[in-house]
């Protein structure tokens, strides 16, 4: 009895700690018409986990990793339907072409930076080739994104090593995930202010099926920052070519997951409308910008007595694109709110979003 007290008890000081993080509707800006889920996380939708291991060390590493779990079993052997879709292709997304071919995802997701994708496949293939069931697998397609925080980081140091993706692996858990300047988001940028983690998600009524939808993202990237339709970085005087020395280059990592039964063709079809969320935020996907997308689904595929799948009918997944829509805008806009100032690499500087008078702009 005492231990469901304590545990009981712990459940309520993690459920406050994640609300008391700074996150848009904290301050008052709603996104979107659907309503999120209880976490307002990827892992609202079931049996999705999310690891991280953030990596800050004197005054020139700040990187990580953040590990996307569509479930917790052995994803080789219990692979999940899953595509693929490139905004603009200036990036190291590994592991593309087989989703693209089989459609379908057999290993964990690791985010990490560019020079480190290399120790994200070792940290994959260190912890499924050792799972029980896969004592003969000659052939495994791990996947790896990144974005590149060499601003803030020293990347050419390639901090990352294959341990710390296996730890990102193993602690992975549902529930409350934590944003901003943490994991692979550790010492990215957006729209010129600090940039990170964030994750949103959105809940349908039942009418319209009652799946859920959930995005997490690694926002580095730039543009004209919008929030609500609001151009806030031209209020603020932050914004990609306001002068020469500034860039739009960049990039943003997008893994969307649902519990809708979908397949292959119309998860990728899901998956070009969380860019149109990207859109949303003021983002341009420009030149040096690698914008890619991973869309999978957890729901276990079920054959009727005919011999076909059940999956939903294209006009079933109209609702799946706006949740996917929203669910993107705001987790890119999560990343920014809940990221703090962070000095890094060289001494540089990078401030945070001014949420008070971003929030201003809306009372007003």
């Not at 985010?111 to 994708?117: A, K, M």
């Not at 293939?125 to 925080?149: I, K, Q």
């Not at 005919?306 to 993107?328: H, K, M, R, W």
């Amino acid at each position: 009895m005492r231990y469901l007290l304590i545990l009981s008890l712990l459940t309520v000081m993690v459920h406050r700690q994640v609300l008391a993080q700074n996150s848009a509707r904290n301050y008052g800006i709603s996104l979107g018409l659907l309503t999120p889920g209880e976490w307002n996380a990827i892992t609202d939708v079931p049996g999705v986990a999310v690891g991280q291991v953030t990596l800050k060390e004197g005054e020139n590493i700040r990187t990580g990793v953040t590990a996307v779990l569509p479930h917790q079993h052995n994803l080789f052997q219990q692979k999940v339907p899953a595509a693929v879709f490139v905004g603009n292709g200036f990036g190291k997304l590994v592991g593309t072409t087989q989703i693209q071919e089989l459609g379908n995802l057999e290993s964990p997701i690791i985010l990490t930076n560019t020079l480190s994708v290399a120790a994200g496949m070792e940290g994959i293939l260190d912890h499924m080739l050792f799972l029980e069931g896969n004592e003969n697998v000659g052939s495994l397609n791990a996947v790896v994104g990144e974005t590149n925080d060499g601003y803030l980081n020293d990347i050419r140091g390639r901090h990352v090593k294959p341990d710390d993706v296996r730890e990102a692996i193993k602690i992975a858990k549902g529930g409350p995930v934590i944003e901003g300047n943490v994991g692979a988001g550790t010492g990215t940028v957006c729209f010129g202010f600090k940039g990170g983690i964030g994750t949103s998600s959105r809940k349908l009524p039942e009418s319209l099926g009652g799946f859920t939808v959930g995005v997490l993202v690694q926002s580095n990237f730039g543009g004209v920052l919008q929030i609500g339709g609001q151009p806030v970085g031209k209020i603020l005087g932050q914004y990609s070519y306001k002068n020469q020395l500034e860039s739009a280059d960049g990039s943003c990592m997008i893994v969307v997951a649902t519990d809708a039964p979908v397949d292959h063709r119309n998860l990728e079809r899901i998956a070009r409308r969380a860019i149109m969320g990207l859109a949303r935020t003021g983002g341009i996907a420009s030149n040096g910008s690698g914008d890619y997308v991973l869309a999978f689904s957890t729901t276990k595929e079920q054959l009727l007595t005919s011999g076909t799948t059940a999956t939903l009918g294209n006009d079933q997944v109209t609702p799946l694109f706006l949740a996917t829509i929203e669910a993107t805008e705001e987790a890119i806009i999560n990343s920014l709110f809940a990221a703090e100032d962070m000095k890094g690499k060289n001494g540089r500087i990078v401030k945070a979003l001014p949420k008070e008078k971003v929030s201003a702009l809306f009372r007003e």
